[in-house]
């Protein structure tokens, strides 16, 4: 929406009382929201507007948009960061599972929360208005009907991912109906209320719209295969995966081959300035800058996140790469394929040396290492200087505390402090680059896993492949000196079964989309996050001993608990989940 992000909110509910007289009383002030100011075609589009700004509206401690706490830090691919456990201690819990008392000083799970329905709110208000307006006085009616439903659907899928069981508030709801509203819906319910929304959205929206950042079929469609995915892998009360539903996963092949969009031609456009809304991206939250308003609408969810001993940035180090999660991107020498089972087994990048942390002699690695990580010695953000600010390749002393978290950062969420996109707001970074929740990279290999799963793993080879030649033709990029020399990435020739299929499509995924916030939900989804997870741990806790202590539970931490304050609003309506 950069043609659309001036969000204007023409509504302003303040009421200023002048005086003791009783006249105020009969008195309708300008700007009060009622039902017979609003609800005319004029007033409409703003409440849209209203809707979509509400999905971006989150913040440092309610984060709804990027997903580095919920699905990267919980799971393998980063540590916590930051300056030692007790900083930001609530996502140390999170990292740790230790999570059985739910909203005991956790300040962050209830927020996202409340930040989700604030959005699901805005839609429905959105929604109640425009249904009353006449068709004949408002003939973009149907279409912004179908955007806000888009948009609520979006906000519910968001909390399903993170709490399971949640209460679904649509527009007819009065408010004393929404206090009686249960979230104790079956799992397959809940998926297709949400369903329902796309497919509505689905049904009346063209295949693109003229003002970008819209909801649009494509998104939809896009939006209805990531869905059905999730909702293929049958889950029990306990979260146990018991059953793949293949009619679901059919589905998912149809939705996803009437998504339109290519890979952008280097990795790495998709996480810079200047290429938002580009050929990958099917669904994007939209910010910007300089736009007329007074700071404009930068985003701040991972505004803790920059590296931290450097006054190019300045703070505060958060969301730091994973030895595991490096590891992850290194080949095999001679075939250029990933190591499925043995990556672990040895560290790279694991020595210091004139702050620098050199890779090892004969091994070969995947370049999106260079697009996802921070590595002493390599240039971040395709830099080895900046102008009028020194030296911009990565330093050993860019980390906050090695010693407890190690030193690769983050590179993805990051953008160069020269760009016009980027903003220091006190120690904080900002910047006005887009949040993809969906790409077409994504689109593709939601089709390879249901492909593979269908025991069709031979079709799901070329579109697997699609993505590593993506991969290996993103070196145009300025990296490392010499890295050319330890590319090596491959294509495979075949896949033997399709236990080796699905090992692979679940690697790439891992590859293609590290650190952007997936992983967790990735696992939960494949039923392996137990096994996965406590692997990881076993093997972290021998290098880290802030993990020492860390163990996943099966058939509890598959999801976060349901707020504390919210059940207790509700007089105990609301379930909690297992385990809390």
Known sequence: MKKYNKIVIS???ILFLASCSSDFLDYEPTGVLSSGNVATAENADALVNAAYAAIGNDEMVGPITHQWVYGSVRS???YKGGGGRGDVDVVDRYEQYNLTTPDYGDWMLPRTWTNHYKAISRANFALSVINAIPDADYPLKKVRQAELRFLRAH??????LLFKKVPYITEDLTQEQILKTSNDLSNEDLWNKIADDFLFAFDNLEQSQEQVGRADKNAAAAYLAKLRLYQAYEQNDTHQVTSINQARLQEVIDYADKVTGSLETDFGNNFLDGHDNGPESIWAVQFSINDGTNTGRVSFVTGLNSPHGTPLYGCCGFHMASQNMVNAFRTDATSGLPLLDTFNDSDIFNTISNGDAPLASGVTIDPRIDHTVGVPGRPFKYKNTLKNSGDMVYKFSWARDPGVYG?????????SPDCSCYVKNGPFIGTSKNVDFIRYADVLLFKAEALIQLNRYTEALPIINQIRARAAASTTMPLAAGASDVYKIAQY???P???????ALMFERRLEFGMEGARFFDLVRWGIAEQVLNAYLNKEKTKKDFLSNAKFTAGRDEYYPIPQREIDFTGGLYKQNPGY
């Open 407 to 415: 030193y690769f950062g983050n590179m993805k969420e990051q953008q």
């Open 11 to 13: 509504f302003l509910s």
């Open 155 to 160: 906000s519910h899928f968001m909390l399903k």
């Open 76 to 78: 393998d691919d980063a």
């Open 497 to 503: 079964s399709k236990e080796y299929a699905m090992k």
């Open 493 to 495: 020739a075949s896949f």
